[in-house]
């Protein structure tokens, strides 16, 4: 536990020194939540509440996941056995910004414990990327969601560098839509992609 807090401040160490995009993957040894768990105990609310105010603190949320949930598996048999999902990635709005796109994968690996994270960084479809930056896109649906207000709110504020000019301005707005579109992939997932696919 006091190894994995020194990374955590490590990693808020490293944060604070730049405002550049950020994306950070690996095995941060906890869970967000108790459903990131199978068998053994029940993980403590308080470490996993750290976590989750680790991740805030620096702007970061987590990416999402394709493939099998648990990245950490004891290898034990029947009722001994535990799952986690100790390993993802995170990264900030500003990330998120220039690569709109990005898909995680959790690979399976017979040399390891740990699963094998596999990121995908991607812009936008070649036919996008010709035809200029990927445009930020509300969707109404965010508004019903009960985090909304407070999101905007905080991600508004936090995009605040001190600075009134207007070129200052305009980099606030496009870290507050970044952050928007960090969060709405977090809560939402791609809902393009979910009708596209029960279009199909």
């Known amino acids: 536990?006091?190894?994995?807090?020194?990374?955590?401040?490590?990693?808020?160490?490293?944060?604070?020194?730049?405002?550049?995009?950020?994306?950070?993957?690996?095995?941060?040894?906890?869970?967000?939540?108790?459903?990131?768990?199978?068998?053994?105990?029940?993980?403590?609310?308080?470490?996993?509440?750290?976590?989750?105010?680790?991740?805030?603190?620096?702007?970061?949320?987590?990416?999402?996941?394709?493939?099998?949930?648990?990245t950490w598996d004891n290898k034990r048999e029947g009722d001994d056995n535990i799952q986690v999902r100790l390993d993802r990635a995170v990264c900030n709005g500003d990330f998120l910004s220039i690569f709109p796109e990005t898909l995680v994968e959790h690979l399976m690996t017979e040399e390891s414990d740990h699963q094998?994270?596999?990121?995908?960084?991607?812009?936008?479809?070649?036919?996008?990327?010709?035809?200029?930056?990927?445009?930020?896109?509300?969707e109404e649906a965010w508004t019903r969601h009960d985090q909304y207000d407070s999101m905007v709110e905080a991600a508004w504020m936090g995009a605040d560098s001190g600075e009134k000019d207007i070129a200052a301005f305009c980099q606030r707005l496009a870290r507050t839509a970044g952050s928007m579109q960090l969060w709405a992939r977090e809560i939402f997932g791609s809902i393009r992609k979910q009708i596209k696919g029960l279009k199909a």
Not at 3 to 29: E, H
Not at 116 to 137: K, M, Q, S, Y
């Open 116 to 138: 094998v994270i596999l990121v995908r960084a991607l812009e936008t479809a070649p036919n996008e990327h010709a035809r200029g930056p990927r445009p930020f896109r509300f």
């Open 1 to 70: 536990m006091e190894l994995r807090k020194k990374s955590w401040d490590a990693i808020r160490y490293l944060r604070a020194q730049d405002d550049l995009p950020w994306i950070c993957v690996g095995d941060f040894n906890e869970a967000l939540f108790q459903a990131d768990q199978s068998g053994g105990n029940l993980r403590s609310f308080n470490q996993m509440e750290d976590f989750r105010d680790f991740l805030a603190e620096c702007g970061l949320a987590d990416l999402g996941f394709s493939g099998y949930q648990f």
